[in-house]
């Protein structure tokens, strides 16, 4: 079993692969075991879902704790304030 096992199905893949301008057209590529690759990697879709579920498991506490804060929200409502207010602390405009 690969490492790369771990990442389920649903995870999204990139397909699209990065394109630099210019006169002609250019594929970006990175050399993977000799061979050209073009578009995400396993092993670059692998690290990233490494560090959504490192995001996931430091809110899982943090979301439990508004839960009980606020007894009287849904799930639904205390999941809209947590991703506001990470939305927020990364600098992002969220649209109501």
């Not at 990065?18 to 578009?39: M, R």
């Not at 996931?56 to 439990?64: D, G, K, T």
Request: hydrophobic share 40%; glycine share 6%; with cysteine.
């Amino acid at each position: 079993m690969e490492i790369h096992d771990d990442v389920p199905a649903s995870f999204p893949r990139d397909m699209m692969p990065p394109v630099v301008s210019g006169a002609q057209p250019k594929l970006c590529a990175v050399l993977v075991d000799g061979i050209y690759v073009t578009g995400q990697t396993d092993t670059a879709r692998f690290e990233r879902w490494l560090i959504c579920e490192e995001l996931a498991n430091e809110l899982v506490p943090i979301v439990r704790k508004e839960g009980a804060a606020h007894p009287q929200h849904s799930n639904d409502r205390t999941l809209d304030r947590i991703c506001s207010s990470v939305a927020r602390k990364a600098g992002y405009r969220q649209a109501n």
